[in-house]
Every structure is written in C-alpha cells, then in structure tokens.
C-alpha cells in the first residue's frame, strides 16, 4: 500500500497538479507532474466513470497503479506531486502492461532509473 505521506489527498493538490503541471502522455495514462516543496513525492489517481461504472473496476485499476508506484525505485532529485489519469481502455489492460507503461512515464518524468 501506498504510504499516507505519498498520497495527494487534498482538492487544492489535485487542482494545482493539474491545471499547472506537466503533461506526459502514454497510450492510456496521462501523468500530470508538478514541483512540490515536501521531502517526499506524493501521488494521486484518477479513474473516471468513462472508465467503468462499477466502483470495484475503479478501484482495482487504482490499487495496481498504486502499488506499481509503492514498488519503484525513485531518485533522490526533486520532489513532486504526480496525478495519474487512466483512459477507458485500461480496464482490458493486464497488470505486466500498466506496469510498463506507468514505468515508462515515471522515466520520462526523471523520477527512476
């Protein structure tokens, strides 16, 4: 599980993220990256109902991008808040293939090796 520390959970967060952020595009996540001034980097997830109507569906597709972001080896460089943002196709997307795509923007963004 995600550390409460490395969980964007405020409103205002979430709106500075993404109305300020950088935007990084895969084939069915967006990341929204933005400096924050904390010691730690802190994440959030999005998953509309565009995506599924069934709260289950939604919540599984966040508890995996979850712990794909848990389980990543981050850089000690700047901090930031990061706001993922799946697109509707990610729901016939197997775990291996959110994985590499979600690793692949945390490498884009400078956060992994």
């Known amino acids: 599980m995600l550390l409460k520390e490395n969980r964007l959970k ?3 967060d979430f709106e500075k993220t993404l109305s300020q952020g950088k935007n990084l595009k895969g084939d069915f996540l967006f990341f929204k990256t933005i400096k924050n001034e904390l010691e730690e980097n802190r994440f959030g997830f999005i998953v509309s109902k565009k995506v599924s109507k069934k709260a289950i569906e939604r919540n599984r597709i966040k508890r995996r991008l979850r712990e794909i972001v848990r389980l990543s080896d981050f850089k000690n460089t700047e901090k930031i808040d990061g706001v993922f943002i799946t697109l509707p196709y990610i729901k016939e997307k197997s775990f291996e293939e959110i994985e590499i795509e ?12």
């Open 102 to 113: 979600t690793t692949s923007l945390l490498k884009k963004a400078g956060l992994i090796k």
């Open 10 to 12: 405020k409103k205002k």
